[in-house]
């Protein structure tokens, strides 16, 4: 890769949940997690890149996982620079309708082929989305601080035999006073990279699944991150089958161009 050209790329922030997109130039896997690792390094704050090709309107991430959030970020940027109102992106070999709503950018899609969900027990449901699994677990967890919760739920995942997944989480759900709000942690194998997440596009999905699973029926699930913000995920169902998914909320700009 010839270094001395410039990299591409921007910072956004979906939902508090800092990303960085990188404008794709034919990358390969070795030069997508160097390029990763670089990034994260020069930036603390960022917890995710993704490597994006607009002319074929494609979304890749450096450890190959499914991301929402850096679905809508790319959402945003493609529906900015080429002044569309609705786009379609390719992430995975899967389709995800993206656009504007009142609560921001928005996805929506079909669950994929490999869609699962089941519960585990009482309090923990595990939900497959294709590229990421995530138990959500419904227990009332107290830690100190962050890293003692993000050790936790590694040693979760772990325990469960998920780490050897593409992608795997563990969201820690507490409903009070009809606020729903969420603790995700991601673990990314390919590139080892382990966040306590500001918010987490595909958790907040799972999450509205286990719950409407377990029948807590909502036309729209607010689902608060841990950055504060909300993510609205809509659920689309035929008598008990999940068909499909809609999630919004906002996306902004955190630096310029670099």
Request: aromatic content about 10%; some cysteine.
């Amino acid at each position: 890769m010839d270094r001395t050209k410039p990299i591409r790329y921007e910072i956004l922030i979906p939902a508090g949940n800092p990303t960085a997109l990188v404008w794709d130039e034919n990358f390969n896997l070795l030069e997508k997690q160097n390029i990763n690792d670089e990034i994260l390094a020069k930036h603390s704050f960022v917890e995710q890149v993704g490597f994006i090709k607009p002319s074929k309107f494609k979304l890749t991430m450096a450890g190959g996982e499914v991301c929402v959030n850096a679905l809508r970020s790319a959402a945003f940027c493609l529906m900015n620079e080429l002044n569309l109102d609705f786009v379609d992106i390719n992430m995975n070999g899967e389709i995800y309708s993206c656009g504007r709503d009142e609560n921001g950018i928005f996805v929506k899609a079909k669950f994929s082929k490999n869609f699962e969900i089941s519960h585990l027990d009482d309090l923990n449901t595990l939900v497959n989305l294709g590229d990421i699994i995530h138990i959500v677990n419904f227990k009332n967890l107290e830690f100190n601080n962050g890293d003692e919760y993000k050790n936790f739920a590694f040693l979760e995942l772990k325990r469960r035999n998920l780490l050897d997944l593409k992608a795997s989480g563990f969201i820690n759900c507490t409903c009070k006073n009809d606020q729903i709000l969420i603790r995700p942690v991601v673990f990314v194998r390919d590139i080892k990279t382990l966040f306590y997440e500001s918010a987490c596009g595909s958790g907040s999905i799972a999450t509205a699944l286990s719950l409407n699973l377990r029948g807590y029926f909502l036309d729209k699930y607010t689902i608060t991150q841990p950055s504060g913000k909300d993510l609205v995920v809509e659920i689309f169902k035929n008598a008990q089958e999940f068909l499909g998914f809609k999630i919004s909320g906002d996306v902004k700009n955190a630096r310029k161009t670099f």
